[in-house]
């Protein structure tokens, strides 16, 4: 299911990446007491309550024409397009300013829900100053403190109301959903037509002509299966071209929606930061994943070669060390027929279960091979375990004291489950509970 999108915007140095850092529960933003510090959209996952939603911190809006001033202003504008509802902070100790003023022309033209937050409301006096920021036309300003972390609950709980309404109906179980993620031009819409047999999707050698998601549901081998083929950003414009950052926030709906994720690496460029960053919000999701290496074609492809590549692959994704890869060209077509049979294979082993017995007899097994440690005169006892939920594979390991289990054993008995039952493609979750 879908999660709802919230964008932090206005202008620099009211302490949008402050509220943000508190909403994740961690200081991914810069904080630093200078206007202007956070420049790109950052984005991370937020709870409140039940509610889990996805933040966007943004770089604030100023006028201006100076180069990046105007990117600033046009990356905002992205995410508010993104969002379902809108914080708009303002600073409690300034009062209202001009730029304050043209953020909100901005925000009354989205159409989008707004809720106002005035920051830096850090004792019960100011609270007094605040009644004149209703006259920027949104309703009930919210005081909050982002260094203290006051009047947070009740700002998150007026945004809450705001969030549309979710469809809760589950998706149909025989229809395998993946989608395709990657940095622009790798080859995504390639490779769409390519598993579809025809051209279904522009494809141009211009980064970010895809500018939507296209679901694209086809049958092969008596198998249905849907193709997410993730896209740019919608709207036309230099700055909505010219970068991959833009695709993230639509690349983290697709992954919400999808069984298995196939990441695509340009083999002729080859592996960037980028191409790991994106990824990990696959692997973070718990998502099954494939390693698709795109453009083969245009390398030296003896089984050499794809050898050495493999281990170049394996050294910049240890995390996805779980996930197939696929060498392949979507231009020539060589190779394409190998990639749906690792797609099956990871869906099925992400919804794999295993009978309780046997797993405890890998457990067991496990134990004997290699004792549990002993941390500060206490060793670890394991009593047995129990497979919870799917999507990921997720087990529970009953313990005497879920501290002791150190991650390199958790570890240890990951790659024993792997060992015996295979889970190819898909991350598995072990968790250690304390026996009651």
């Known amino acids: 299911m879908r999660k709802s999108v919230v964008a932090i915007v206005g202008r620099p140095n009211v302490g949008k ?25 950052i984005y991370a996952q937020g709870e409140w309550l039940t509610t889990t939603f996805n933040v966007i911190d943004t770089g604030g809006i100023e006028i201006g024409d100076e180069p990046l001033l105007v990117q600033m202003r ?39 829900p707004v809720v106002l937050a005035v920051n830096k409301v850090d004792n019960p006096e100011m609270r007094e100053n605040i009644y004149e920021f209703y006259s920027l036309g949104f ?20 945004v809450v109301k705001h969030f549309p309404e979710m469809s809760t109906e589950e998706e149909e179980d025989d229809i395998i959903r993946f989608s395709l993620i990657g940095r622009p031009n790798v080859g995504k819409s390639s490779l769409v037509n390519a598993l579809l047999g025809q051209d279904r ?23 249905d299966f849907v193709i997410i083929d993730t896209a740019g950003m919608r709207k036309k414009g230099k700055i909505y071209e010219s970068t991959e950052k833009y695709s993230i926030l639509r690349a983290l709906k697709a992954i919400e929606r999808s069984d298995v994720v196939l990441t695509l690496i340009d083999a002729d460029e080859g592996i960037i930061e980028q191409d790991k960053k994106i990824a990990g919000y696959a692997h973070e999701a718990g998502k099954a994943v494939v390693i698709v290496v795109n453009k083969w074609d245009t390398v030296d ?5 794809m050898k050495e590549f493999e281990e170049k692959v394996r050294a910049h994704f240890q995390y996805l060390s779980y996930a197939p890869i696929v060498f392949l060209s979507a231009k020539t077509r060589k190779r394409t027929h190998t990639l749906l049979p690792k797609v099956l294979q990871a869906s099925e082993n ?37 497979q919870v939920s799917v999507k990921p594979p997720t087990f529970v390991v009953f313990v ?8 390199s054993y958790k570890r240890f008995l990951e790659n024993r489950i792997r060992e015996a039952f295979g889970f190819e493609g898909t991350p598995i979750k072990i968790l250690a509970r304390k026996r009651t």
């Open 17 to 41: 990446s402050t509220i943000f850092n508190r909403l994740v529960g961690d200081r991914i933003s810069i904080v630093e007491d200078i206007p202007g510090v956070t420049r790109d959209r």
């Open 74 to 112: 046009e990356q905002a504008q992205v995410a508010i397009d993104e969002a379902d509802v809108i914080i708009f902070m303002v600073n409690g100790r300034d009062g209202i300013t001009g730029a304050d003023e043209e953020v909100a022309k901005i925000l009354f033209k989205s159409n989008k």
């Open 139 to 158: 309703g009930e300003p919210f005081p909050i403190s982002g260094t203290h972390g006051l009047g947070l609950g009740d700002l998150l709980d007026e």
């Open 201 to 223: 999707v522009i494809v141009s050698d211009i980064a970010g002509t895809t500018r939507d998601a296209i679901d694209t549901p086809f049958t092969k081998d008596g198998r």
């Open 301 to 305: 492809t003896d089984e050499k070669s």
């Open 350 to 386: 992400h919804a794999k279960r295993v009978q309780t017995n046997i797993l405890n007899e890998v457990i067991m097994d496990a134990l004997a091979m290699n004792p549990t440690p002993t941390v500060k005169g206490q060793r670890l006892k394991i009593f047995y375990a129990a």
């Open 400 to 407: 005497n004291e879920p501290e002791l289990m150190h991650f």
